[in-house]
């Protein structure tokens, strides 16, 4: 993982009977890289076209049929070799049959069904409509409704309608009626309580049954008009009450008989269906190989004769072996004559860039490919991540409790990844977690450590080996004030705690203002040493590049100015740590006179001294005042070598390169432009790396914030829910505290390990790909992308969301 794998570009010389075979084991092995050979040739007009088109209606009508499962098929069984031509052929004729016989059993349920549905629909109109007839206020309303027409008399005869129409077209139906009759009809409806089920789409339907009584030819025209505009559905209803018994009676028999026949195709149909579920994944697969295999193919070219196949390649150095191999397994095979060639070319083309990693280091380099691909042969930041990016982390999430909740999640999944891997999902933040599973795993081992340090489980401290602190307050002062100051010129016992804080600070008034300044410091020393050893692995690129000169005209300004400001900041810290006491025997050195390192170091920068009052000093030691200019005059002398370091080297090393041939006017005016063009681009990197320094070295503070925060945070639960649920009282509390136990518990995960947890995740994310990265890492490669039928299936089973018959 130190830099990526070396590349070769290989041209290839195949026979075609020979390229099938050698292709599924290339497709297997996932090592090449194929470059198209035919650019501007349509995709209609390659040689393998015809066998793509077949392999997509193939997988076309699998899609299908998969679609008329009522559950997934089982996973696919392993092919223990690869299918002849002649197998697939008969494969497709099997699949053409199996889509035939199920379109046939599907129009013929759908028929079943849509007879099924009329039925239904004629049963409950003959029993709405008896209704209908039966109501005696109905007939009066029936007489007064029909009026006079052309001088007719009320007492013609009446005819009637009876159907079936959609429920939310009923208004409108009713209206329509109304206008074209001028109001000389009846309608009479009755909505179905029980939705009924379309016959194709399975979807429910909402219907209400009508009649509509009229007086005339007529209009009963017009009626008949409307219900054909409005989709509804006309039945034959008899007049009398004993036909609409008899047609009763004939539609329920023929409703069981069709229940029968209808139950027995559904059965057919599972049967079917269920064998063949059995190999679908399995066809499908093959399906999908061949068919990467001919779109492969495609983008090689035929040599003058057209009787070989020649194709280019990215493969790894490493993996050279597999690609002979691959290559004679398809000439033995095949039974070829000729054998196939492995011809290494030279390039000036810039190779792919490949990153060799396991399911352990994925994850990692994932984070770093996210900001861009390496440079082909570069550093890759990835195998410092490892390490860097869990601490960094946990220096912000430090708590022992959240990190064994982390590390207990990621270590269920990390045990039952074999399981979890194979059920595929669609749900993006599980995909997220079970992906990065190990990075959550160190994130959380890492937290725990750093809770030790800080002695944080839960916003509590363990006294593991006692308290370096003695008490020097009686009992009435401390019932009093319960959170008293920690003086360390009288409460010091002298013994530092063996590990990390002492868990006295937990009952300290000034806590805050101690971790404050520990934390805050430690933040900068961390972000100063990760910085510089980002600068320093750019020496590792340079040697690797031939470029020797970057290292004198780039790195050893870069890194003296930042360790003779910074790295010296860092070293003051240390200094205030060690030399100043309360129990100091020299005043000048007492706590009181402990200099603020912030405000000594802004001085620097402004050549300023401090004002201190006797007996304490202006310095903390003899000659800083003259080291200090010492340090910030070489470190401003850096700005210029690295500002014109490189273009005077570039432009001295091309006169030396053109000497002894005459210029033209022409020559110097380019010249002249490369100039000012390299002038600017290094002015840019040079503002860039100088500003980013001060920026940078402060946006490490994230670390003592996000820590404070979440300290902080993990204080406030256990005070104001956990600790009012163990204050005790009567016995009904113990059913308090299990409530008030629940609520802490979802906060705690839901607030501080998930949200929290998070927005350290970002953070420390940041701080790599903008504060570390930025010192070394160009990211301007492209992804090396092999020709595997792991990553192709992979894909094609995540485009395929979508059931076939929904597209059709």
Known sequence: MFRSEEMVLCQLFVQPEAAYVSMYELGEAGIAQFRDLNPHVNDFHRRYVTEVRRCSEMERKLRWVSGELAEPPPPPKPAPRIMSPREINILEERIDFIESEIQEITRNAQNLKTDYLSLIELKILIEKTQTFFQDHSAHRKISASVQVYNNEGVGGHLGFIAGVVATPRVASFERMLWRISHGNIFFKQAQIEEPLKDPVTGHELQKTVFVV???????????????????????????????????????????????????????????????????????????????????????????????????????????????????????????????????????????????????????????????????????????????????????????????????????????????????????????????????????????????????????????????????????????????????????????????????????????????????????????????????????????????????????????????????????????????????????????????????????????????????????????????????????????????????????????KHISGVEEGEGEKVEEQEEMGEMMITQAIHTIEYVLGAVSHTASYLRLWALSLAHAQLSAVLWQRLLRMGLGGGPPVMAIALYMIFGVWAFFTIAILVLMEGLSAFLHTLRLHWVEFMSKFYEGQGYAFLPFSFAVILEHDEEDVKVKPTATQ
């Open 213 to 655: 009584f009229f007086h005339g030819e007529q209009i009963k025209l017009r009626v008949k008009k409307v219900c054909t505009g409005f989709q509804a559905t006309l039945y034959p209803c008899p007049a009398t009450y004993k036909d609409q018994q008899d047609m009763l009676a004939g539609v329920e028999s023929r409703i069981k008989d069709l229940e029968m026949v209808l139950e027995q195709t559904e059965q057919h149909r599972k049967l079917v269906l269920a064998n063949i579920a059995r190999d679908l994944s399995t066809w499908m697969v093959a399906v999908r190989k061949e068919k990467a295999i001919y779109h492969t193919l495609n983008m090689f070219s035929m040599d003058i004769i057209k009787k070989c196949l020649i194709a280019e390649c990215w493969v790894p150095k490493q993996d050279l072996p597999l690609l002979q191999k691959a290559l004679d397994d398809g000439v033995k095979v095949s039974g070829s004559p000729i054998p196939s060639i492995l011809n290494p070319v030279g390039s000036h083309e810039t190779p792919p860039t490949f990153n060799r990693t396991n399911k352990f280091t994925r994850g990692f380099q994932n984070l770093i490919d996210s900001y861009g691909i390496a440079s082909y042969r570069e550093v890759n930041p990835a195998l410092y991540t490892i390490i860097t990016f869990p601490f960094l982390f946990a220096v912000m999430f430090g708590d022992m409790g959240h990190g064994l909740i982390m590390t207990i999640f990621a270590a269920i999944i990390i045990i039952f990844e074999k399981s979890l891997s194979k059920k595929k999902s669609d749900n993006e933040i599980w995909n997220i977690f079970f992906g990065g599973r190990y990075i959550i795993l160190l994130m959380g081992i890492f937290s725990m450590y750093t809770g030790l340090i800080y002695n944080d489980i839960f916003s509590k401290s363990l006294n593991i080996f006692g308290s370096s602190w003695k008490n020097v307050y009686d009992n009435e002062t401390l019932v009093k004030h319960k959170m008293l100051d920690l003086d360390p010129a009288v409460a010091y016992t002298q013994t530092p705690y063996p590990l990390g804080i002492d868990p006295a600070w937990q009952f300290a008034s000034n806590n805050i203002i101690f971790l404050n300044s520990f934390k805050m410091k430690l933040s900068i020393i961390f972000g100063v040493i990760h910085m510089a050893f980002g600068v320093s692995l750019s020496v590792v690129n340079f040697k690797f590049f031939s470029k020797p000169y970057m290292i004198f005209l780039q790195y050893i300004p870069q890194i003296l100015f930042l360790l003779l400001l910074f790295w010296y900041l860092c070293i003051m810290m240390f200094m205030k740590w060690i030399m100043y006491s309360t129990v100091a025997e020299d005043p000048a050195l007492g706590s009181a006179c402990a200099p603020s390192v912030l405000i000594m170091f802004i001085n620097m920068m402004l050549l300023k001294s401090t004002e201190v009052r006797w007996p304490c000093q202006p310095f903390m030691y003899e000659g800083q005042n003259a080291l200090q200019r010492t340090f910030l005059a070489v470190a401003f002398l850096c700005i210029p070598v690295m500002l014109f370091g490189k273009p005077v080297y570039q432009i001295i090393k091309k006169r």
